[in-house]
């Protein structure tokens, strides 16, 4: 069946540093992707997505990789700030078209 | 710009009890998505609106149902409320169709639902 689940359930990391959090997701026919990041009392708010026709995506200080041949995905944050510690889940859309969550990564940033 | 709200922010109910849920979505946004997120879980995926049809759902039973309306908003109804229905409820919006699978689900901030 479809699952995507993350390899640490917990990181803390000092500001200024490089985060990476994992997740690895078992559904080959998967095609996109998305990280979301989850702040105390809110709703995720959408971080930023790749296609499976992509190993690599960047945004602003995230980047994001795919490797399809281990099913793994990637989120990297540099420079990681005090506002970045949030819970962050990866998602895949799995079949009939709905997305397929990740228990979720606490990331702590130590000042 | 508005962003997707739900409502009420917290409900409680007694076991066996019916709750509703209410979410508005983002103005031009024709998808409205429900998800369960229990305490120490993920979203659990629970429905998805589109143009006021429900286009698939998640793993639950059918206590667990909803509707659309004409103004894209949605109701998410719960029946006999047992205690482990009590999670975060959010609502997320979209731009439309099945094309909107690739399209940036936007999140509410949840309604609390605690059952007793």
């Known amino acids: 069946g479809e699952s995507v689940g993350l390899h640490l359930p917990t990181l803390s990391v000092q500001e200024g540093d490089n985060s990476i959090i994992n997740c690895a997701y078992s559904?080959?026919?998967?095609?996109?992707f998305i990280w979301y990041k989850q702040e105390s009392g809110k709703g995720p708010q959408f971080i930023i997505d790749?296609?499976?026709?992509?190993d690599k995506r960047q945004g602003q200080r995230v980047t994001v990789l795919l490797n399809k041949t281990v099913k793994h995905l990637s989120l990297q944050i540099a420079a990681t700030q005090p506002g970045d510690s949030a819970v962050y889940f990866c998602a895949e859309n799995g079949s009939n078209y709905k997305l397929t969550f990740g228990k979720g990564t606490l990331l702590t940033v130590n000042p | 710009e508005a962003g997707v709200t739900q409502s009420p922010t917290h409900l409680i109910k007694t076991r066996g009890q019916q709750a509703t849920l209410r979410c508005s979505p983002i103005?031009?946004?024709?998808?409205v998505y429900w998800y369960q997120q229990a305490l120490g879980l993920g979203l659990q995926f629970l429905l998805w609106?589109?143009?006021?049809?429900?286009?698939n759902r998640g793993n639950f039973p059918p206590r667990f149902s909803g509707r659309q309306f004409p103004n894209y908003s949605s109701e998410l109804n719960v029946n006999a409320l047992e205690l482990e229905d009590s999670a975060l409820y959010l609502c997320?919006?979209?731009?439309?169709?099945?094309?909107?699978?690739?399209?940036?689900?936007?999140f509410g901030p949840g309604t609390r639902l605690t059952v007793l």
């Open positions: 609106y589109d143009e006021g049809e429900e286009r």
């Open positions: 997320a919006s979209s731009l439309a169709g099945l094309a909107g699978l690739y399209n940036e689900q936007f």
């Open positions: 103005s031009g946004h024709t998808s």
């Open positions: 790749i296609r499976s026709n992509m």
């Open positions: 559904n080959s026919a998967s095609d996109y």
